[in-house]
């Protein structure tokens, strides 16, 4: 398979047959599930686990490799593969009443907006594993205090369990990216973190809180609460937005002060 690699669609293809391995044996697919691969590219993965679970579906932007990806997984199982841009997909639509189990090496240029595309969809979701830039699941996993924390790990972690796999290097693709890769799972919440909030009010919070990161609480939620009523919290506006808690945040969200996003 000749293509070419896209930059504009972020494609570093992965083939070192050892990373794949461990790849699929973290995701243990199984025959009566439901997977969905965002990006399948040339099938690296989705041979694999289309031999695993004898049916699977893709969402692949790049026309030009559907014809070699479908050529590769021919005789493993049954894909069904959908031309599109992953940043507009529906998962209720594509589950078809299932809870889905996505898996992915996600595009590093889109990674982040994806990520907060499928995270306003996780009622669809069972679990995710995707491979990101090493930073990037750094910064999901991060906790409070660290250097990483910031608006993913918070609204991540509000709705999901994160726990970073492992690291693979660039070597492991075609070509090789200039950063290292890592795979993260992601689990939903049966419910999320903190009391009951609307995703678009925390999202506000969170957003202003880490807009600049050496600002005090105080200072960087100017805009939408005053200091009195984030110490009526049990909060001391004082201090800087990367030592609160997740449920921290949640809390602040509530506050009549707050408005939602028209």
Avoid at 105 to 125: A, D, E, K, M, W
Avoid at 165 to 177: H, K, M, N, Q, V
Wanted: proline share 8%; net charge positive; with cysteine.
């Amino acid at each position: 398979m000749n293509h070419r690699p896209r930059k504009r669609f972020g494609q570093h293809f992965l083939h070192d047959p050892g990373v794949i391995a461990r790849i699929v044996g973290a995701i243990d697919p199984r025959p009566d599930e439901a997977l969905l691969e965002i990006g399948p590219g040339l099938g690296a993965l989705t041979a694999p686990l289309l031999a695993r679970c004898g049916r699977l579906l893709a969402v692949e932007v790049d026309r030009d490799v559907i014809g070699p990806l479908r050529e590769r997984c021919a005789g493993l199982g049954e894909l069904t593969v959908f031309e599109a841009d992953a940043l507009t997909i529906d998962l209720a639509t594509l589950g078809g009443g299932r809870r889905l189990r996505l898996v992915g090496n996600l595009p590093y240029n889109i990674s982040t907006p994806l990520l907060f595309h499928l995270l306003g969809q996780r009622q669809h979701v069972q679990d995710m594993h995707f491979m990101l830039q090493k930073e990037v699941i750094m910064r999901m996993t991060a906790g409070p205090g660290s250097r990483e924390y910031g608006r993913l790990s918070v609204m991540l972690g509000w709705a999901c369990e994160a726990e970073r796999l492992f690291d693979i290097g660039p070597g492991a693709f075609t070509p090789p990216p200039r950063v290292w890769s890592s795979i993260v799972r992601l689990r939903p919440r049966q419910a999320p973190l903190g009391p009951p909030v609307d995703a678009r009010r925390l999202q506000a919070v969170v957003t202003a809180a880490f807009g600049q990161r050496r600002k005090t609480l105080r200072n960087a939620l100017r805009a939408l609460l005053d200091a009195e009523a984030i110490r009526d919290c049990g909060i001391d506006p004082g201090i800087r937005p990367e030592m609160l808690a997740i449920e921290d945040f949640v809390r602040l969200a509530t506050l009549d002060g707050v408005k939602s996003p028209t």
